[in-house]
């Protein structure tokens, strides 16, 4: 069993899918819709249009693997207004959104970089 810190990077998919699919329709998803390669050392985070279910699915070497989350009452904070289709995570975050916490709204302090103290 891999930890999350194990993968290079973590992507989601910000359109509803169908969860009637699987690995296969979902492998295809990412390599096509997201056009990333659905091979490598990578998770990718699909959500339902009830926002109540969660895949996650990753490349293992010798298969794919599926995780998959349902929640009984609430929902997933989902990104509405991104503008890009393929929004890149960490795992920090990640822990946030299977928690149900909203960072998609939160803002940190912008980074400031000075060249002088004057």
Not at 41 to 64: P, V
Request: charged fraction near 30%; hydrophobic fraction near 40%; glycine fraction near 2%.
């Amino acid at each position: 069993m891999l930890s999350i810190n194990d993968f290079d990077h973590i992507y989601v998919h910000r359109q509803y899918v169908d969860f009637r699919k699987s690995i296969n329709g979902l492998s295809i998803i990412v390599q096509e819709e997201m056009e990333l390669d659905p091979f490598s050392k990578c998770l990718f985070i699909f959500c339902n249009q009830h926002r109540n279910r969660m895949k996650i699915l990753y490349w293992d070497n010798s298969g794919y693997a599926l995780w998959y989350k349902r929640l009984e009452k609430e929902k997933f904070a989902w990104p509405k207004h991104e503008t890009k289709e393929v929004i890149t995570i960490t795992t920090e975050q990640l822990e946030w959104l299977l928690k149900g916490y909203s960072f998609w709204r939160m803002k940190a302090h912008k980074k400031l970089q000075f060249d002088n103290v004057f």
